[in-house]
T-cell receptor, first 110, second 112 residues
């Protein structure tokens, strides 16, 4: 089955802790994206990567970091510098025209 | 900067009605427009993709149209069903670097 897999589905973070969200795709897409979704709001772009070993900041990159060491993988780290990390995080990929999404990770600060 | 809006923000209709969701964008220089469905707590599922050279796309009871010059797209849902209840988002792509700009969505409730 081809698709985008995000894990875990639910994640709990303590204050001051870094956590990493996983995103893996087997669609052979070059471009991958991370979005944040808050209740009642649209998707906001955190980071994107058009090619391996390269990535760009989106609109709300502060407090987040990413890596793109493999074409299939684009993990997102939520650092302690992100003061309000509780949100729904969505990973997407595209071959260039149509966007495909994973099922999301809900992150909660406890 | 490209901005995307969607009207209405929420819509509640009885089962069987035909309905229209609206999406507007400020920069008409888009590559394509995509409509998505999102169920609560889930990711986005692609419904229809309209490339910039196309005027409309159809899939089953769904029909999406695109008018680039006026910066508008509509999603028409025929004979709505309770299973259509979800949030519908539109997104445009263009030469923006990050490629996709999303609207805030329309939350649809179809009552049995």
């Amino acid at each position: 089955d081809g698709g985008i897999t995000q894990s875990p589905k639910y994640l709990f973070r303590k204050e001051g802790q870094n956590v990493t969200l996983s995103c893996e795709q087997n669609l052979n897409h070059d471009a991958m994206y991370w979005y944040r979704q808050d209740p009642g709001q649209g998707l906001r772009l955190i980071y994107y990567s058009q090619i391996v070993n390269d990535f760009q900041k989106g609109d709300i990159a502060e407090g987040y970091s990413v890596s793109r060491e493999k074409k299939e993988s684009f993990p997102l780290t939520v650092t302690s510098a992100q003061k309000n990390p509780t949100a729904f995080y969505l990973c997407a990929s595209t071959p260039g025209i149509e966007a495909f999404f994973g099922q999301g990770t809900r992150l909660t600060v406890v | 900067k490209q901005e995307v809006t969607q009207i209405p923000a929420a819509l509640s209709v009885p089962e069987g009605e035909n309905l229209v969701l609206n999406c507007s964008f400020t920069d008409s220089a888009i590559y394509n427009l995509q409509w998505f469905r999102q169920d609560p707590g889930k990711g986005l599922t692609s419904l229809l993709l309209i490339q910039s050279s196309q005027r409309e796309q159809t899939s089953g009871r769904l029909n999406a149209s695109l008018d680039k010059s006026s910066g508008r797209s509509t999603l028409y849902i025929a004979a709505s069903q309770p299973g259509d209840s979800a949030t519908y988002l539109c997104a445009v792509s263009g030469n923006y670097g990050q490629n996709f700009v999303f609207g805030p969505g329309t939350r649809l409730s179809v009552l049995p």
